[in-house]
């Protein structure tokens, strides 16, 4: 038994099916000697990913972006999702997928000549964020963004992000919100929202943030339910002077945020409340999942 895991799911690594527990990886692999690795999270509600296709898009970007060939083309990706979710229990589960550079001697250069890349998929079970958390809305403290400069690939080298996801934990808060030289980033494990005069705001898609899946899901929700939308830089000052707040991520899904350090968040009756907007995309996101389940 594995802490924090539900049973021993069948897992895939480099080709064969086995119980987690059996499941072993050299430890020369480079994604465990350097971090050289790239990962994917997709969500799967009864049985069927959700927005698998920005999920395989992402994932074939972030192998580009690191030099790593990928082994499988779109359509086997696609495959081992489906496979590895039908191989364990439960409806809704949560996909990880995980490639590194593959077992060499300790280098830091590239393998010369390349090595074949290390990947593992597992699923486990899916807990959606309670009705209590959606209905009460979490907390968070602000950070400064430490991490390096490449946050736009879905590297395995998280430690940025651990420190900063524990300097959160520690102050007993779910997340914690970055900024760099006073501009908005994002959450240590999700995205960030930010809602002004009725107008839904994200920190531009650059080489600082990782373009969460979550951002074109908005888009296409905003789009539909009329509410304004812009991608830009986003000073501090702002965040602090924000009507609402939201995090997003495939596990998180969206969740308002009522407490940001020791200050409400929004204004007058509104304050500490999840507010009208993040209710509107709450509700379209929820029958997104419901048409992902019922197709």
Not at 2 to 15: A, D, R
Not at 133 to 156: F, M, N, Q, Y
Not at 256 to 284: C, E, F, N, T, W
Request: with cysteine; aromatic share 8%.
């Amino acid at each position: 038994m594995i802490q924090g895991i539900e049973g021993n799911p069948t897992v895939f690594l480099n080709g064969q099916w086995q119980p987690l527990s059996e499941a072993k990886v050299s430890v020369l692999d480079r994604g465990f000697i350097f971090g050289d690795g790239i990962y994917e999270v997709v969500p799967a509600y009864s049985k069927r990913p959700f927005r698998i296709e920005s999920h395989l898009n992402r994932l074939m970007r972030s192998l580009t972006a690191i030099r790593i060939r990928s082994p499988y083309d779109k359509e086997q990706w696609a495959a081992l999702f489906h496979e590895v979710v039908t191989r364990n229990a439960g409806d809704d589960q949560f996909v990880y997928i995980q490639v590194t550079r593959g077992v060499a001697k300790r280098d830091h250069a590239f393998p010369n000549p390349e090595v074949t890349p290390t990947v593992f998929a597992m699923s486990t079970a899916f807990h959606q964020p309670s009705q209590k958390i959606r209905d009460e809305g979490v907390a968070v403290v602000t950070l400064p963004d430490e991490r390096w400069l490449h946050c736009d690939i879905k590297s395995t080298a998280l430690l940025g992000n651990v420190l900063a996801r524990q300097s959160a934990a520690d102050r007993g808060v779910m997340e914690g919100v970055m900024f760099r030289d006073g501009f908005l980033t994002e959450g240590s494990s999700s995205n960030v929202w930010m809602v002004k005069d009725g107008v839904l705001c994200a920190p531009i898609k650059n080489h600082l943030v990782l373009e969460g899946i979550r951002y074109g899901l908005f888009e296409e929700l905003a789009a539909k339910l009329g509410i304004p939308l812009q991608i830009r830089r986003i000073r501090q000052a702002e965040v602090a002077g924000a009507d609402e707040l939201m995090i997003s991520s495939a596990t998180k899904e969206v969740l308002p945020v009522v407490k940001m350090d020791s200050r409400l968040v929004g204004h007058a009756s509104h304050a500490g409340k999840p507010g009208p907007i993040y209710k509107k995309l709450r509700q379209a996101y929820d029958e997104a999942i419901n048409a992902t389940r019922q197709s």
